[in-house]
């Protein structure tokens, strides 16, 4: 049996660790395996290199992906696919692993609808921002990157007495901002799922300078608001010091945590016993602590259920 692995999309902390269980259990069950490198666009291209126990030594540990990544803007037509189908089909690959978020994993599904290529897909993003799953790769680590700002934006804040604003990513999933601020002591939250209010945050502010708490921070997922519109609208309100720090791409680097390492080498384990079974068109996650799988058309079509009660012990606890 012959497979392949690529990554795709923003790079995630966990994907070296995902790559590396894959290469390493397959060889363990006597499959060869092959690296495809750039994604999609690698695979178009035809940039494979065979992969080996010892060609995924000492990356465990690194953040990144050691295949590279790249988008494919033109992966979405038919001929393109066609390529990439008949570049798998060519070179005897039986099944594929494709580590990414959900524009890869619709890769994966036309792949497997229109061409019938056994692909499974492992969640790598650190948004967390597919519905199946309860957590993806990359999202424990960057929420701990966030935290660790945090910590350390705390100190001048209170320091000088200033607000400080935090940007986060997140889009439209506000899990890094949610997440994050509760476990940083954030004294307010802001998501995308939910309507930004200036008037209530101002007067959350004004309520605790009252009580002597000068400083505050506030963690912005950047789906929620415009930066510079929540800076000028707050201090018009309440007249506070405030500064800014937008986090950007340093959320997505640095060594997996824990957490990553083991959900991508649990991940990946599944991953490869499902093509074992002959199985294609499904995605592995972690739901109550449990790997799972599901058929990747009705993966990506489940609805985004936001947590609302850890949204609202965030608010209780900022009080």
Known sequence: MRIAVLTSGGDAPGMNAAIRAVVRYATYNDIEVFG????????????????????????????????????????????????????LNGSGIDGLVVIGGDGSFRGLKDLHDHFHIKGIGIPGTIDNDLSYTDFTLGFDTAVNTVVSAINNLRDTSSSHERVSIIEVMGRKCGDIALYAGLAGGAEIVLVPEHK??????????????????????????????????????????????????????????????????????????RAVDLLREGKGGRVVGIRNNAIVDYDVTAALAMPRIVDERLYEIASILSL
């Open 36 to 87: 495809i490198e750039r994604g999609y666009q690698g695979l178009v291209n035809g940039d494979m290199l065979l992969m080996s126990r010892r060609s995924v030594s000492d990356i465990i540990q690194r953040g990144g992906t050691k295949l590279k990544t790249a988008r494919c803007p033109e992966f979405h037509k038919y001929d393109t696919m066609r390529v990439a189908a008949e570049m």
């Open 196 to 269: 930004v209010d200036y008037d209530d945050i101002s007067a959350r502010l004004l309520r605790n300078a009252k009580r002597g708490k000068q400083s505050a921070i506030i963690v912005l997922a950047e789906g929620a608001c415009p930066l510079e519109e929540a800076m000028s609208e707050l201090k018009a309100r309440t007249n506070m010091s405030f500064r800014s720090t937008v986090l950007g791409h340093i959320q997505r680097g640095g060594a997996p945590s824990m957490a990553d390492r083991i959900l991508a080498s649990r991940c990946a384990v």
